[in-house]
């Protein structure tokens, strides 16, 4: 399915329905809890998988940000370097996706560790939203 260039690009400078960015978080608070009790399952607990899942579907609905300064790379967590690749997705006026694959090599062989991070502006400040990860095997592509 293609995505309209002028829809992507109205969506990208409205805010985000606030019931609907309530729900998002309260369900990534949730499954953070719930992850703290489950068995890892592929390298991740469940419940961090469903929020990858979630944040990365939601990152496929914006833009790629290019050229962030240094300081916006370190605040949103995607410096490219040594064994990890990242962008940041803008989705909403005042809401972000930080994508972060790091490739790992370790005795068991090579993986990839793959991050989404959702980030809210609120008050002018960058916050945290909520993170997901999973774990795949082979080479990055973010």
């Known amino acids: 399915m293609e995505r309209d260039d002028a829809a992507v690009a109205e969506r990208l400078s409205r805010?985000?329905?606030?019931a609907i960015l309530a729900k998002i978080e309260h369900?990534?608070?949730?499954?953070?809890?719930?992850a703290k009790?489950?068995?890892l399952a592929d390298g991740s607990p469940p419940s961090r998988?469903?929020?990858y899942f979630l944040l990365a579907g939601l990152a496929a609905q914006g833009r790629v940000i290019e050229g962030l300064s240094e300081p916006e790379q370190r605040l949103f967590d995607v410096e490219?370097?040594?064994?990890?690749?990242a962008k940041l997705m803008s989705v909403f006026a005042h809401v972000r996706v930080a994508l972060v694959d790091q490739e790992i090599q370790?005795?068991?062989?090579?993986?990839v560790r793959q991050?989404?991070?959702?980030?809210?502006?609120?008050d002018g400040k960058w916050v945290r939203g909520g993170t997901g990860a999973i774990t795949a095997p082979g080479i990055s592509d973010p």
């Open 49 to 51: 998988q469903t929020a």
């Open 106 to 111: 370790d005795k068991s062989g090579s993986y």
């Open 27 to 34: 369900e990534l608070g949730r499954w953070e809890k719930a």
């Open 115 to 122: 991050r989404a991070v959702l980030y809210v502006q609120r």
């Open 15 to 18: 805010a985000i329905d606030p």
């Open 80 to 85: 490219n370097r040594g064994g990890v690749r």
């Open 37 to 39: 009790d489950e068995a």
